[in-house]
């Protein structure tokens, strides 16, 4: 009689591709109990956990995931959509949804949209229901659409929309939500702190509840110090590295030119830096400069970015594990501050 790791050894050998009955095979147990251990049933002692596992390692099984998603009349995907330009942002929301999926056996589905598409809202249908998704993270701004919000509802999709702090967006469950506002207060009290006085804004883009939160914190910020934003001094992005580049061009060319920005995203202040070094200006000797989302480019940059930190990450995890814990059902809205990380590109005038 062959013993248990002759039969694996066998089974190795045999370069077949593993199946769940080869594993319930060769682990000596029903194909019903190790489908349990697959799908994480609390039900299975844990060193019968172990012994399934120990031999799906051994034999390199893989579950198929339309066969599971068959077997439980769902699918173990989790949909990401998004019509955002900022793309370091919707990465960290990446990255962070991963590593709460991580050992899960539930995977990420990316869904780039277009808003202003005629085929929105069927684009997204047809998107959730051939993926069969077991729900799905909504990013801004598209997280603030009443029409996808209605459709997720009408199709019973679990959802979690990630948005900025604002009354219209605590009513209902299914939010992680974000106190912009707070963090672009301090950016505007620490620039007007450190004397200065003519101070571009660098806006984010219309229709982008996050762009008007963010603009309203730092006039709070500038206001506390009997300032305020100067129409001459506010040009208006769109979130784009080439959007902050040109906008930059413009203030800092003007007869009126600021001795400090703030720009609404890290992304445009990078481009707020490309249009400073063109322009001969040192930073931060004559051009103090901040950003906002803290993303990794802002340590790498030199002079380290000034910025407001923005815990996407942390949200996306948050995001997933709403879904994981409670399949969408609605729960109290998940709320994230924003705070002020001072680096080397901001200085007295």
Request: glycine content about 8%; some cysteine.
């Amino acid at each position: 009689m062959t013993t248990y790791d002759d039969d694996i050894e066998a089974f190795i050998k045999s370069r077949k591709k593993a199946t769940i009955n080869d594993v319930a095979r060769l682990a000596r147990l029903s194909k019903k109990t190790v489908s349990r251990v697959i799908n994480a049933s609390p039900s299975v002692r844990a060193e019968t956990r172990d012994q399934v596992n120990a031999v799906i390692d051994r034999i390199g099984f893989r579950p198929d995931p339309q066969a599971r998603g068959l077997a439980f009349r769902r699918s173990f995907l989790i949909g990401l959509i998004y019509d955002n330009p900022n793309a370091q942002y919707v990465v960290n929301m990446q990255l962070g949804a991963l590593d709460a999926l991580r050992g899960s056996g539930t995977e990420l589905v990316l869904h780039p949209c277009d808003r202003h598409s005629d085929q929105f809202i069927k684009d997204i249908r047809d998107f959730i229901e051939l993926q069969r998704l077991a729900g799905v993270i909504v990013l801004p701004p598209i997280s603030e659409d009443k029409r996808l919000l209605g459709l997720l509802e009408d199709l019973k999709t679990p959802y979690v929309r990630v948005s900025a702090l604002h009354p219209a967006t605590t009513k209902g469950g299914h939010a992680i939500l974000s106190k912009e506002r707070i963090g672009c207060r301090a950016a505007g009290e620490h620039l007007a702190q450190l004397g200065h006085t003519r101070i571009g804004f660098i806006a984010g883009p219309d229709g982008y509840l996050s762009a008007s939160e963010r603009r309203a914190g730092f006039r709070e910020g500038l206001q506390a110090h009997g300032l305020d934003i100067e129409p001459a001094l506010e040009v208006q992005g769109d979130y784009t590295l080439e959007s902050g580049h040109a906008a930059a061009l413009r203030l800092l060319t003007s007869d009126t030119r600021p001795t400090a920005l703030f720009a609404g995203n890290d992304e445009m202040a990078i481009g707020a830096y490309k249009a400073a070094f063109g322009l001969g200006l040192r930073i931060p000797d004559d051009l103090s400069i901040c950003g906002y989302d803290d993303s990794p480019m802002a340590e790498r940059v030199y002079p380290p970015l000034t910025t407001v930190h923005l815990p996407t990450r942390d949200m996306a995890r948050a995001a997933v594990l709403t879904l994981l814990r409670s399949e969408g059902a609605p729960e109290d809205a998940l709320i994230f501050e924003s705070a002020l990380v001072v680096r080397q590109s901001t200085a007295k005038v």
